[in-house]
């Protein structure tokens, strides 16, 4: 579980390619400090396991559903990528609670400035979009964002100069692909609604006006 606080931008040493699969080396002068084979570390918010430590990286083994469902199949080296340990009993919770479990990609569609902020619209599958509300939460690249914009077939959110400076979406621009993952409570409900559409507390909620046309 982690935050969707980014910590540091780390940086891809190496990424080794086999059929279906890969290993991926990253550095991370915080992150990595602290990590040991087992751990869980959010990289561009996909949730993997650290396989074992080096001297200035360490190494994830991806799966070929990864590499499918998100954009770390498209990494070369130097690339930089933003980095979050797991949720600890003792860590601050300042963003909201996020898997690592990516479900699929957006695409950068408009990046505009407005005031000393910046506002992106990204391309966002109807399998993803279903689950995001204005005002809701969303992790883009692993970072923990509120949704400002609901439209037909992409979203927008609007990015402070701190998370512009200190995460990847400042940086990437239109045409990048960023992983989206929804807030989970988004899922459960929607899971909910359709499969017990005949509970007493949905009939409950349906005659109280609370919901409609579900």
């Given at each position: 579980m982690f935050t969707g606080l980014i910590i540091e931008l780390g940086e891809v040493a190496?990424?080794?390619?086999?059929t279906g699969s890969a290993r991926l080396f990253v550095r991370?002068?915080?992150v990595m400090k602290d990590a040991a084979p087992g751990d869980s570390i959010a990289i561009n918010g996909v949730c993997?396991?650290?396989?074992s430590m080096g001297n200035d990286a360490a190494s994830f083994d991806?799966?070929?559903?990864?590499?499918?469902?998100t954009n770390l199949g498209n990494l070369k080296r130097g690339d930089r990528v933003n980095l979050e340990p797991s949720l600890r009993?003792?860590?601050k919770l300042g963003g909201h609670f996020v898997t690592g479990h990516v479900d699929g990609t957006g695409r950068i569609r408009a990046k505009r400035p407005e005031g000393t902020a910046i506002k992106i619209e990204i391309e966002t599958p109807g399998f993803v979009l279903k689950y995001l509300v204005e005002k809701g939460s969303v992790a883009v690249d692993g970072?923990?964002?509120?949704v400002v914009d609901v439209?037909?077939?992409?979203f927008s959110v609007v990015i402070i100069p701190h998370t512009a400076k200190l995460t990847t979406i400042g940086f990437k621009g239109v045409g990048d692909t960023v992983n989206?993952?929804?807030?989970?409570?988004?899922?459960?409900?929607a899971k909910f609604l359709q499969t017990d559409k005949d509970s007493s507390l949905l009939s409950a909620l349906k005659k109280s006006g609370f919901i409609n046309n579900v």
């Open positions: 190496s990424i080794e390619r086999s991370g002068s915080e993997l396991t650290v396989a991806v799966s070929h559903e990864t590499l499918r469902s009993p003792d860590s970072i923990s964002l509120t439209l037909e077939d992409a989206l993952e929804p807030d989970i409570l988004a899922k459960y409900v």
